[in-house]
């Protein structure tokens, strides 16, 4: 079965740029997405076909999908975005999920 | 607005089913399709499976297969999801989400519900 791998956590100091990765085989072949989702609230779409911002989601939030690796980069990162973040993508006919990266801003 | 309610908290016994409903408002229920994904308490996100309203194909994960049913009611823009041979570990919240993707799923997930808590409990 496919796999997405994340890495666990990720720190940034405010202000900074914030970049999670998203690791798979050929994923650069696939579109990648990529959701936010704080404490006890439901995931919000940040990032959708590698690269676009649905509305409503600040500037700041980017994506790039190259080789066997996707990024979602949070630049001048705020307390704010302080959450934990998924990459998801279609393969091998199912919805495949990343494990997830926490993401503290401190 | 567009938004997804989701029903109300379940506890339920091991071997019992629990049906989850999902109803969609502010746009074209038959024009999205509707994924549902799981997330065990301090877990990540699992996807469940997908129903097009608008054709009731579906398409269910491998590990689900044979114990989950997902079902549309256009009538009424409101999807189920039921869930059957309960265990522990399907406790979990369990989301619904538009899903882009209405001939197949997965293209991405634009508006989740507020999620439905399943405990499953003896």
């Known amino acids: 079965s496919y796999e997405l791998t994340q890495p666990p956590s990720v720190s940034v100091s405010p202000g900074q740029t914030a970049s999670i990765t998203c690791s798979g085989d050929k994923l650069a072949e696939k579109l990648i997405c990529w959701y936010q989702q704080k404490p006890g609230q439901s995931p919000v779409l940040v990032i959708y076909q590698d690269d676009k911002r649905p509305s409503g989601v600040p500037e700041r939030f980017s994506g790039s999908n190259s080789g066997n690796t996707a990024t979602l980069s949070i630049s001048g990162s705020q307390a704010v975005d302080e959450a934990d973040y998924y990459c998801?993508?279609?393969?091998?006919?199912?919805?495949?999920f990343g494990g997830g990266t926490k993401l503290t801003v401190l | 607005q567009v938004q997804l309610v989701q029903s109300g908290a379940e506890v339920k016994k091991p071997g019992a089913s629990v049906r989850v409903s999902c109803k969609a408002s502010?746009?074209?229920?038959?024009?999205?399709?509707v994924s549902w994904v799981r997330q065990a308490p301090g877990q990540g996100l699992e996807w469940m499976g997908w129903i097009s309203p608008y054709s009731g194909n579906t398409n269910y994960a491998q590990r689900f297969q044979g114990r989950v049913t997902m079902t549309t009611d256009t009538s009424t823009s409101t999807a189920y999801m039921e869930l059957r041979s309960l265990r522990s570990d399907d406790t979990a919240v369990y989301y619904c989400?538009?899903?882009?993707?209405?001939?197949?799923?997965?293209?991405?997930?634009?508006?989740w519900g507020q999620g439905t808590r399943v405990t499953v409990s003896s």
């Open positions: 989400a538009r899903d882009m993707g209405l001939v197949v799923p997965g293209d991405w997930f634009d508006i």
């Open positions: 502010g746009y074209i229920f038959n024009s999205f399709g």
């Open positions: 998801q993508a279609w393969a091998t006919s199912t919805v495949v």
